[in-house]
């Protein structure tokens, strides 16, 4: 059952006949805006979705972590994205990772909370925001996967994934204007060399850094994703 001390109003807009709500979470900046769908199903996963970079106009509100969003919810997921600190009507201001990663663990906390018996935990984000989604996963050992879209290997170091602690799927433009395919390469060798996890891999073929004109291949690599992993627990 949803906890209403958090809501702060329901929106109208219905997904598969389902609301959104959206709400205020507690964080250490004050609080956050998100957005979350709850699922009907007392057992399902649960996933958390993080936005693109705060000062590069990114927010929960962003097209491809709306895209994203709506596949867990496809897939039956309990599923919230929230807004980093400084962003839209969340409390506090940028803090350069270490604050947006305090926040995406505040969050995966509530949800937690609210689906204390989840069947799996997801963790994912977009472009920086996949950067804070694997810093999380480094800290948190409850999260069975993860799913990183535009990570940026020549801008952010992603040596701290030594080991990746589970099995995920990172998914890049073949035609990224921001990423080198040579960082991504070496990010692939990097993590195909560990055992006991597998880091898949997926290039789309003419697709930019923001899947521009490729967003439907990025959320058909990711469904086709999630309907494999989740049959595993």
């Known amino acids: 059952m949803i906890n209403i001390f958090f809501f702060w109003e329901q929106l109208s807009v219905t997904y598969m006949d389902n609301k959104i709500f959206e709400i205020f979470i507690p964080g250490p900046a ?12 007392n057992t399902s996963p649960i996933a958390l979705v993080l936005q693109p970079h705060p000062q590069y106009g990114g927010t929960m509100n962003n097209k491809t972590v709306v895209d994203m969003f709506g596949t ?4 039956d ?32 906390d509530w949800l937690e909370k609210e689906n204390f018996d989840n069947s799996q935990c997801w ?12 810093q999380l996963l480094m800290r948190r050992p409850e999260i069975n996967r993860f799913i990183a879209v535009s990570p940026q290997p020549n801008v952010y170091d992603f040596s701290f994934l030594s080991p990746c602690p589970t099995s995920g799927l990172l998914i890049y433009g073949k ?37 521009s004109k490729s967003g439907e291949d990025l959320i058909k690599e990711i469904n086709k994703y999630i309907k494999k992993e989740i049959t595993l627990f």
């Open 72 to 75: 867990f919810m496809d897939n």
């Open 30 to 41: 004050g609080r956050l805006e998100a957005k979350y769908y709850k699922s009907k199903k």
């Open 77 to 108: 997921f309990s599923v919230c994205r929230v807004n980093f600190r400084g962003v839209g009507r969340s409390d506090g201001e940028f803090d350069n990772g270490q604050g947006e990663l305090a926040d995406a663990a505040a969050a995966l």
């Open 175 to 211: 035609k990224d204007e921001l990423v080198p395919r040579l960082y991504i390469d070496e990010l692939k060798n990097r993590l195909s060399s560990q055992k006991g996890i597998k880091a898949e891999f997926c290039g789309i073929h003419e697709a930019n850094h923001f899947f």
């Open 123 to 134: 963790i994912s984000g977009f472009s920086f925001g996949s950067l804070i989604a694997m």
